[in-house]
Every structure is written in C-alpha cells, then in structure tokens.
Nanobody, 121 residues
Framework: QVQLLESGGGLVQPGGSLRLSCAAS????????MGWYRQALGKERELVAN???????YYADSVKGRFTISRDNAKKTVHLQMNSLKPEDTAVYYC???????????????WGQGTQVTVSS
C-alpha cells in the first residue's frame, strides 16, 4: 500500500501565501518523480510544477516566479510554496508521484486525493 496525502490548502486573500505539502507513505523503496497539478472548475487538469532529479524542476508559465517546488527526500515529501496568489490560482491541487514499492519490479504512478485552494477577498 502506497498513499499520497496532501495538506496545506485553504482560503487566502489575493496576494497571500500558502504552502502545500504532500507526504508519501507505505512500503516505499524509492521515488523518482514528484509533481503538483491543479484542476479548476470546468477546466482540464494541468501541470503546475515538478521535480524529477536534483536541480531539475519545471514550472508552468502562469506560476513562474511565484511558486517554488521543493522535495524533502528523507521525509518522502514534496512542498509547493505559493506566493502572490491570484484568484485564477483557485483550484484543487493534486500531488503526483512515481514510486517503486519494496520488492516490486518497477515504478508506478500514484495520485493524492487533492486539496482545495481558494483565492478570494
């Protein structure tokens, strides 16, 4: 059993900040990919940011300069620091990871349940 649990979502005013966290738990051998996606009402799920290896990160143009992704390998967590939030950032944010379970043959993709972020005055 492997689970991804997101936390840190909530209601924030425009210009404010939130820090999302995603913790992986279970029989985990290694994690090679962790990323954040979001899905707003009526829209497709989109990639926000990811981290594949040391020094390798990606940010969507819409969040570049405002969001920062970081990984804590010892705690098997990934964070998304979100600053200067805008109403258009309102969405359900999902954590995605590629994880190799103990004694398994390879990597599988896992998704968290999502955490709501609402930016409104």
């Amino acid at each position: 059993q492997v689970q991804l649990l997101e936390s840190g979502g909530g209601l924030v005013q425009p210009g404010g900040s939130l820090r999302l966290s995603c913790a992986a738990s279970g029989s985990i051998f290694s994690i090679r990919y962790m990323g954040w996606y979001r899905q707003a009402l009526g829209k497709e799920r989109e990639l926000v940011a990811n981290s594949q290896s040391v020094g390798s990160t990606y940010y969507a143009d819409s969040v570049k300069g405002r969001f920062t992704i970081s990984r804590d390998n010892a705690k098997k967590t990934v964070h998304l620091q979100m600053n200067s939030l805008k109403p258009e950032d309102t969405a359900v944010y999902y954590c995605k990871a590629e994880i190799m379970r103990r004694y398994s043959g390879g990597y599988n993709t896992y998704w968290g349940q999502g955490t709501q972020v609402t930016v409104s005055s």
